[in-house]
């Protein structure tokens, strides 16, 4: 398995989705720092040699990926929570941030439903 960016890359993938597996880096993403390598995209990703690996890391290095970016758009969410933008209180809530309705849904944010307990007569 080869490491990139701190992540096992899958042996028996093509390359192209092998790289998917690295924190903030898609399917276009991928086929653009492998056409910028010059490596084929259909080549599965434990038949890279030694120099291709590095020329994928050097090429990778350009973009914020993996832990980078996973700090900066915690940051983001912050700095949302402590100027008390919209987005920000709907993160302090727990309650979708996109406009989702909660009346009926939403059980993703909201967590498991909470049991309303029956009036005694």
Do not use: F
């Not at 899958?10 to 192209?16: A, G, L, S």
């Not at 597996?21 to 259909?42: P, Q």
């Not at 080549?43 to 900066?72: H, P, Q, V």
């Amino acid at each position: 398995m080869a490491r990139v960016k701190g992540v096992d890359i899958p042996n028996n993938k093509r390359v192209e989705i092998a790289l998917t597996y690295i924190y903030g880096i898609g399917r276009s993403l991928s086929n653009k720092v492998l056409e910028a390598t010059g490596i084929d995209k259909n080549k599965k990703a434990g038949d890279l040699t030694t120099d291709e690996i590095a020329k994928l890391r050097d090429e990778l290095n350009k973009y914020a990926t993996e832990g980078d970016l996973r700090r900066e758009v915690s940051m983001n969410i912050k700095t949302k929570m402590e100027i008390n933008s919209y987005e920000g209180t709907r993160h302090k809530k727990g309650l979708p941030v996109r406009g989702q309705r909660t009346n009926r849904n939403a059980r993703t944010r909201k967590g498991k439903g909470k049991v309303v307990a029956n009036k005694k007569k």
